[in-house]
């Protein structure tokens, strides 16, 4: 048996960043572009009845919410599987936590900045980025784009494309996303470099498996067999969607096909048939003596099709 579980899930997770201000704190050092001397120094978690209304949370997505000693304001989200909602969830999470701090009699000006960081365990995500492992949004002048606004920031990294980096200047951020992408059930050791970093050695004693309860593991297993059934109730819905949008498009062609046939049926009976009523003007006007150039004016034949005929 292992000795680790995997820091992804819901659970563990939670118990790593949800319950340890000094490791939320290096995660969000690590991977968020905070402004040049605005590195956090401390972090609170927020209480239950400061955390945004979310009408569309599911089971599947791990929150972890927190104030600094900027008094920023910091979501940290782990999703197991992208969809097509999660950026706007995002932004409306952000949003809806940008505007609770504003209490009456408080001024806008008063408003801290909100942080979105977004793990995505799910290599589908922003395919029209090829394999970047990060994308970062913010509030930007579209026609000065250096005016960059940090009020609301969403910053996603999608773990599935990340590539271990090992640059100096970077350190915490490559340990921290080898911790979440290298460490799981089939861990037996970690890699030396996570065990001598401080922040790193304490989360993967937190996941060591003879850390958690018996009920702590059925909650655990519980959570990926719920991923998994999410999963493929998704993958069935694309399906049954790719298939109904291939029969609406082949039926669709068909009728298109049939409606372009007639119609060019039709055209080419009427241009054969007036084609027939000048051959036949010509072929009087020709025994009747007339010239050449004059039957070929007047029925628009050409001189060769009107020599031709008897």
């Known amino acids: 048996m ?3 579980l995997d820091p992804k899930a819901d659970l563990t997770f939670k118990k790593v960043f949800g319950e340890h201000p000094n490791l939320v704190l290096s995660l969000l050092n690590a991977l968020l572009p905070l402004p040049e ?3 956090i120094k401390t972090v609170e978690y927020l209480s239950p009845e400061n955390i945004p209304e979310n009408p569309g949370k599911k089971y599947s997505i791990v929150d972890v919410y927190c104030t600094d000693n900027y008094n920023r304001h910091f979501i940290v989200e782990m999703q197991s599987y992208w969809n097509t909602e999660f950026f706007s969830r995002t932004l409306f999470n952000a949003a809806s936590m940008y505007a609770k701090q504003l209490e009456k009699g408080k001024s806008f000006g008063e408003l801290k900045d909100v942080y ?4 995505v365990n799910d290599i589908k995500a922003f395919p029209e980025y090829g394999n970047e492992y990060i994308q970062e949004y913010y509030l930007t002048n579209k026609n000065h784009t250096g005016d960059i606004h940090t009020d609301l920031s969403m910053v996603f990294i999608i773990l599935p494309n990340y590539t271990p980096q090992n640059r100096a200047e970077k350190k915490m951020r490559d340990l921290w996303l080898r911790f979440l992408t290298e460490i799981d059930e089939n861990t037996d050791d970690a890699d030396p470099e996570l065990l001598a970093n401080e922040e790193t050695f304490e989360a993967l004693e937190i996941v060591r498996r003879s850390a958690f309860t018996p009920g702590e593991l059925l909650t655990y297993n519980q959570y990926w067999l719920d991923i998994s059934t999410e999963k493929s109730a998704m993958e069935r819905e694309r399906k049954e969607g790719r ?3 291939e029969q609406i498009g082949f039926e669709k062609g068909e009728k298109v ?5 007639r119609a060019e049926g039709e055209k080419f009976g009427i241009e054969k048939g007036e084609k027939q009523k000048a051959l036949t003007i010509a072929r009087n006007l020709k025994a009747a003596g007339l010239d050449i150039d004059f039957i070929a004016q007047n ?10 005929l008897i």
């Open 299 to 308: 029925t628009g034949l050409t001189k060769d099709e009107i020599l031709t």
């Open 116 to 119: 979105a960081l977004c793990l």
């Open 2 to 4: 292992s000795k680790y």
């Open 243 to 245: 298939e109904e949008g």
């Open 257 to 261: 096909g049939i409606e372009k046939g």
């Open 37 to 39: 001397g605005m590195e």
